[in-house]
């Protein structure tokens, strides 16, 4: 997160808290938290008041005093705890149902389709309007609604960004959808909400809302990305990432490295953070998970790469951080 405050500082990095909703699904959702913990907490009040009367007025006062008038099968009532309850199942009920159908309904013809894959242990975000592919962080336009389809590569993970909108399991082989609005530029932290396997919690990723312009921007960056090395020591790390074979997992739009099996790597350099969050994207945190990607996230398919020297790992790192 400090990564992403340095490099975009233009934007607020939200907390993930969905008691901080920035969107048009997450304030929905809101409101029906708020609503029905007001009414539990109207029934809890009553209950305890009840509660301590009954416990202070017919409590015993000595050995020898009578039991009080016994009461049983009043009408009264039993009418009374059968109806309180159904007339407030009934204020909740009405509330949910709509608020579910609006949520489920589709996003509509405006809406800027996303597809989300979750992967063990990372999020892959395509974006098949534009033919964008990229890794860790969802960028999307501000006041647009975005469909997001979900999808899994391997295992259900579960897409959640507590400040957009609530939870959604990603199954492999069966698509679920959702949608999402965000109000104001931010970045806001995301991660998996579903156990996944050894490195779950560390499968996060960062939803950047951005106005439409700056949303543009982006896409056109992507679309067009710069894959020249621009020095001696980047070509020299092109020349390691053909030997070493990267291209066989991971693409490179515009270059032969075309691989699906790990992130696309396009504009690898222009993003605030890589591996899911967990480093900073610099040569230095790069090498680093290179080096060693188990270190960082255990159970990775990321095979280590400790045989480089020095001088090889800062020519293969200048490419990927030149990649814009
Ligand atoms: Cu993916 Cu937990």
New binding site residues.
Partial sequence: MLAAATLLPACAVHPQSALDPKGTVARMEYGLMGFSLLIMLGVFAAVVILLTFVLIRYRQRGADQPLPKQVEGSHVLELLWTAIPIILLVVLVIPTISDSFRLAAPAGAHALRITAI????W?EFDYPDYGIVTADEMHMPTGQRVEVTLE?AD????FWVPSLGGKEE?VPGQPNAMWLEADQAGIYPG???????L???L?RFFAVAESPAAFTRWVEARRHPDTTPHSAMAQQGLALFNQYGCGGCHAIDGTPAQGKVGPNLTGLGSRAVIVAGALQNNALDLGQWIHDPGAIIPGTVMPPFAGLTDAQMQALTAYLEGLQ
């Fill in positions: 979750g992967h063990q242990w999020w899994s295992v259900i993970h579960s990603t991660q998996c909400a579903e156990f996944c396997g490195s779950h919690s499968m």
